[in-house]
Every structure is written in structure tokens, then in C-alpha cells.
């Protein structure tokens, strides 16, 4: 045998070798990988690696970080970091309820669907043929092409509020939503009207889901907590999670608090959203990735807690204008299709991912209003550590 065939003979056995005792994703445990996510980063690309996870939440003023991290179609490990509230130091811990602000919207859509699942309106009806207590107003724009759930709940409809929900202190009056919908007192915001022809744009529209908020309320003919508790959040057991406005006594111990974008607490606990469907969610990481699970299992016809896989293909499928499906927003990163949503409330940040097809993904959440830049790292951090295909690697199985 040449030189060069025995040093090829034993590079490709030492490899094997190599192989065999290194550690690879499926191996490690999480433990291990949660140290790998809070240790600085190795190799050092310098951004953020240098930093500890704890070093970050310091240096952007992160009293709280809490996240759930799925694999294999499972919650493989949940944890908190960090303190729920800076005055009295109580930690965060797997159960802390977070706001999840706009990731409220696919979980509210979840069950919209379910509605039209059971007949009770059709994701492409007329939505002034489902509203009873009031109706979009006549408009320019509305001439051939009647408003749908379907474009309500991708942002297509042609509503432009142009305006995020602001929220309500505890002790203030909260308005109706037909009092949002017309910007009538005691609404803090503007009205909602059509300022285009639905499907022509796309344009990220909260007002549109206060809409659809209403028309499964008058269809159902029950508060909007009782219906997502009914249709989704019990079915898919989010036992740690409420769309209740404002968030009762009984739970508000276990909520973080609000905090600025210096980590100090703001002058209210959190603020309250009777724009339930786009901001109202109070829940934790863990039932928000249990929903990421159930959307994954029914996509591959292995679940059907809360919808068809017909019905849940609606909420990963674009509209055709814009990032959007009915709920989620849809992206490809590396050589993978991907699910999702962001949130922002006041005092709080969030983030939710799962990929379409293999079985994993991650859900953060914050409580300080300049948190987005340690939930990115920390969301990179556990891809790499997975080896998601984000970074055009296959996940080892």
C-alpha cells in the first residue's frame, strides 16, 4: 500500500472515529445545549458571540427571557432567565405568563378557522354578510370586491389603520370594539377603513383582525376569551395561556411585569388590550410551541385537535400578496419553509418560528421594550446549535 494510501486509510478511520465519540445534536442533551446557547460563542465571529447570554440581557436591559425550543414534534426543553419583575425579583421560570401582543393573531385565526370548519361563515364570504353589531362602512375602495376573513387575517383586505394598539392603563375605561373599529372615546386610536382595494397590497393591519375579532363574536354569540379557550387554547392543552382583558387576579402572579428600554418597571404593571384577537394573549413559551406542534402534526396528518389538515394548510399557505397566509407569516431561510410570528406590546417582546415539515422550532419571550436584539441572538444561537437549515445544514435525526 503507497504512503498515500495509508495516510488516506487513516485519516478516514481517525474521521470515523471522530464520528462515533463527538457529540452531535441528537446525543447532547439539553442541557448541554442550553450552555452551549448561554456560553459565548465558539467560533468567534465577534456581534454578539463574545457575549454570555447573561452579558447580553444586561447590556440591552432584559429584566426576563423565557423559551421553549421544539424537536422532533416535541417541547424538548423549556427555561427562564432573568427576573419577571425588577422590584421584587421574582424569577421567570418555564410557567410565567408573557404578553404575546401580535402573536395573538394566528392563534385568533386558528380559530376563525375552526368556525369555518364547522360552517358557521366561509373564509372567502363577504364579511358584512357575517357582522351583526356593525358594519364596514361604505367606502371607494369596496366597488367589485367585498372584504373577506381570508384578507383580514393576511393583512390584504385593503385595511389601513396604519396604527399598532397602544394598550390601556389597568384603571382606565376600555372602549368596545365598534368603538375601536369608528376611533370613538374611550379608543386611543384611529377608526378603521379601507384605504385600497382588498388583495391589491399588502399592508400589516390590526385593525382588519379587530374585524374578524367581531364577526366570530356575533357569530358564536360568546365573549372572545370563552370562544379561543373553547375552540383552541383547551384543545390543544395551553392550560398557562388567556385572552382574558383585563388578565384576572387570580393569574396576575404569575405574569411578568412591563419594563423600558432600561430595564426599569413602567408606571403600570402591563397595560390592557380589548383588541383581543391582535394583542390580548397572556400565555407562556411552552403553550405557544404545544400550538407550533399541533400546526406541524396536522400539516402531516398526524393530529387534528383543532382543525382538518385541509383547513390548516390555510394558515402556512400566502394569500398570494405578501408575506402572509391566514395567521402566520411565511419566510424560507436557508433551504427551509418556515412558519411564524413576532409580537410587540408595551413592555414586552416576542418572537415564535417552527419549520413546515421537520418537526422544530423555538418560541422567546421578553419583558422590556429593547429585547429584540438579545431574542434575534438567542434565536440564531439555538439554530446553530441544532444545526437548523437555517445555516444549510440537515438537522441529524
Same mark, same amino acid.
Given at each position: 500500500m503507497s504512503t498515500l494510501a495509508r495516510t488516506t486509510q487513516f485519516a478516514l478511520c481517525g474521521a470515523a472515529l471522530f464520528l462515533l465519540l463527538a457529540p452531535s445534536a441528537t446525543a447532547q442533551d439539553p442541557a448541554r445545549i442550553i450552555k452551549t446557547i448561554e456560553d459565548p460563542q465558539v467560533p468567534n465571529h465577534q456581534g454578539f458571540d463574545p457575549f454570555t447570554l447573561r452579558e447580553l440581557m444586561d447590556r440591552f436591559h432584559v429584566p426576563g427571557l423565557s423559551v421553549a425550543v421544539i424537536r422532533d414534534f416535541q417541547v424538548e426543553w423549556a427555561k427562564g432567565w432573568g427576573v419577571a419583575d425588577v422590584e421584587t425579583g421574582a424569577p421567570v421560570n418555564p410557567d410565567t405568563m408573557f404578553q404575546a401582543a401580535s402573536m395573538s393573531k394566528p392563534v385568533a385565526a386558528m380559530a376563525s378557522l375552526k368556525a369555518i370548519q364547522e360552517g358557521k361563515f366561509g373564509l372567502d364570504q363577504d364579511i358584512n354578510t357575517i357582522l351583526k353589531s356593525w358594519k364596514m362602512p361604505p367606502s371607494e375602495f369596496d366597488a367589485g370586491k367585498p372584504v373577506t376573513p381570508r384578507e383580514l387575517m393576511s393583512h390584504t383586505s385593503g385595511t389601513g389603520d396604519g396604527f399598532g394598539f397602544p394598550g390601556y392603563a389597568p384603571s382606565a375605561p376600555l372602549p368596545t370594539v365598534p368603538q375601536i373599529l369608528d376611533g370613538l372615546p374611550p379608543s386611543n386610536v384611529g377608526k378603521v377603513r379601507l384605504e385600497r382595494p382588498p388583495l391589491t397590497a399588502y399592508k400589516y393591519s390590526g385593525g382588519g383582525v379587530i374585524i374578524e375579532q367581531l364577526a366570530l363574536t356575533d357569530t358564536? $354569540?360568546?365573549?372572545?376569551? %370563552?370562544?379561543?379557550? +373553547?375552540?383552541?387554547?383547551?384543545?390543544?392543552?395551553?392550560?398557562?395561556? !388567556?385572552? +382574558?382583558?383585563? %388578565?384576572?387576579? /387570580? *393569574?396576575?402572579?404569575?405574569?411578568? *411585569?412591563?419594563?423600558?428600554? @432600561?430595564?426599569?418597571?413602567?408606571? /403600570?404593571?402591563?397595560?390592557?388590550?380589548?383588541?383581543?384577537? /391582535?394583542?390580548?394573549?397572556? !400565555?407562556?413559551?411552552?403553550? =405557544?410551541?404545544?400550538?407550533?406542534? +399541533?400546526?406541524? =402534526?396536522?400539516?402531516?396528518?398526524?393530529?387534528? *385537535?383543532?382543525? !382538518?389538515?385541509?383547513?390548516?394548510?390555510?394558515?402556512?399557505?400566502?394569500?398570494?400578496?405578501?408575506?402572509?397566509?391566514? $395567521?402566520? !407569516?411565511?419566510?424560507?431561510?436557508?433551504?427551509?419553509?418556515?412558519?411564524?410570528? $413576532?409580537? @410587540?406590546?408595551w413592555g414586552f417582546r416576542s418572537d415564535m418560528l417552527a419549520h413546515r415539515v421537520k418537526g422544530y422550532g423555538v418560541v422567546i419571550m421578553a419583558n422590556s421594550d429593547d429585547s429584540e436584539p438579545v431574542i434575534r441572538e438567542v434565536r440564531d444561537r439555538i439554530a446553530r446549535a441544532y444545526s437548523w437549515d437555517t445555516l444549510d445544514k440537515p438537522v441529524p435525526r
Open positions: 358564536l $354569540g360568546k365573549p372572545f376569551p %370563552l370562544i379561543m379557550r +373553547e375552540l383552541v387554547l383547551d384543545p390543544i392543552g395551553m392550560t398557562n395561556s !388567556t385572552y +382574558e382583558q383585563p %388578565l384576572p387576579v /387570580a *393569574r396576575q402572579k404569575q405574569a411578568a *411585569r412591563a419594563h423600558s428600554d @432600561s430595564g426599569k418597571r413602567l408606571d /403600570a404593571p402591563w397595560h390592557v388590550y380589548p383588541e383581543m384577537a /391582535a394583542a390580548g394573549l397572556w !400565555t407562556t413559551p411552552t403553550d =405557544l410551541a404545544k400550538l407550533l406542534i +399541533e400546526v406541524q =402534526l396536522t400539516l402531516l396528518g398526524k393530529s387534528g *385537535r383543532v382543525l !382538518t389538515q385541509k383547513s390548516m394548510e390555510e394558515m402556512v399557505t400566502p394569500v398570494g400578496v405578501g408575506p402572509f397566509a391566514v $395567521g402566520f !407569516t411565511i419566510e424560507k431561510m436557508g433551504e427551509g419553509w418556515y412558519f411564524g410570528h $413576532g409580537g @410587540s406590546n
